[in-house]
């Protein structure tokens, strides 16, 4: 069933996710969505929580998390990092959130003469080898399934810089204008790279405009301009444009 592919989905991206969350995302009432999760729970493929579910430790996909979420929605992904990166202007310095989809924004800045900070790990990987790229890699402990640097050691040095644009992932923009994320320990150096910005730009492909998110990262009055794709919710698009945001359909 597609819907509990959805569910499957948002539960290996986010580690948890509650009733609540999948019920407005994927506009179901909330017995459905606790019928589905005890069904996906018989299989063995999440566990169920009190009010939500998380991921099952011997599903294969959670152990690698990020390549998991790479697979997911590839086309809309990379839509959004290509009307993303043609935003940056030679001699630019860019700040690269974690995130599959601001890996494949990597790919595209190949060859330019930027400089990028990044957190993240799978964009080291990307630009390691291009000469024409200054790298800067931020420090921080290293969680290894997401590709990524955290900790305050990241976020001291995000304080030590400043960035022209910087480009940050999210699970959901809520209805309310609030951008989500689910990821505990990498929201703060989110909020680190929006404050070091002179230009904030939110990359999330349509179906996590509302997607999910259980902590918020900023208010979107703090985003200049969202790149997303066809899929979004209209409601939501007309509060940020409300809010000052430039949405770009990609």
Do not use: W
Not at 1 to 26: D, F, H, K, P, T
Not at 86 to 115: F, K, M, P, S, Y
Not at 174 to 197: C, Y
Not at 212 to 226: A, I, K, Y
């Amino acid at each position: 069933m597609q819907r509990q592919s959805e569910i499957l989905a948002r539960v290996r991206e986010g580690g948890s996710v509650s009733v609540n969350e999948l019920s407005s995302a994927l506009d179901v009432s909330p017995s459905t969505i606790r019928r589905d999760l005890h069904q996906l729970d018989r299989a063995g493929v999440l566990t169920r929580v009190h009010g939500g579910a998380a991921v099952t430790a011997s599903d294969p996909d959670t152990l690698r998390p990020f390549d998991a979420v790479a697979r997911a929605d590839a086309e809309a992904k990379t839509r959004v990092a290509v009307a993303a990166a043609r935003r940056v202007r030679d001699g630019e310095v860019v700040a690269l959130d974690i995130g599959t989809t601001t890996a494949r924004i990597a790919q595209e800045l190949r060859g330019r003469a930027i400089t990028v900070v990044t957190n993240s790990l799978a964009v080291l990987d990307v630009l390691r080898d291009d000469e024409a790229v200054e790298l800067i890699l931020l420090g921080g402990m290293v969680r290894r399934s997401y590709h990524s640097l955290v900790g305050v050691l990241t976020e001291d040095a995000v304080h030590q810089i400043g960035v022209d644009r910087a480009f940050i992932g999210t699970s959901g923009i809520a209805s309310g204008g609030q951008v989500m994320d689910s990821t505990f320990v990498e929201v703060p150096v989110k909020r680190a790279l929006i404050a070091a910005a002179r230009e904030v730009v939110v990359v999330a492909d349509g179906h996590k405009i509302p997607g999910s998110g259980t902590l918020r990262v900023c208010r979107v009055d703090q985003v200049d301009v969202l790149v997303t794709t066809d899929g979004a919710d209209e409601l939501i698009l007309d509060e940020c444009r409300e809010r000052g945001v430039e949405v770009d359909i990609a």
